[in-house]
């Protein structure tokens, strides 16, 4: 999962630079945002956890007290 999330941040990032250097016609940016979209919806469910906790464990209070 960890180098899957890594290869879609690198691949917004390409996106995002290729868009902000505005060299693209209308029709590729348009397919670039929704290529970006469905990126962003993919990396938001996979690191949605939905209504759970963090719990931070620390390494001096190992036994719940």
């Known amino acids: 999962v960890d180098s899957s999330l890594s290869a879609d941040d690198a691949r ?10 505005g060299e693209v016609g209308l029709e590729r ?8 979209d469905e990126q962003l919806t993919t990396l938001r469910e996979t690191l949605d956890v939905g209504d759970g906790e963090i719990i931070e464990v620390s390494s001096d209070n190992t036994d719940g007290s």
């Open 29 to 36: 940016a348009q397919t670039l945002r929704e290529e970006a």
């Open 12 to 21: 917004l990032e390409e996106i995002a630079e290729t868009l902000e250097e």
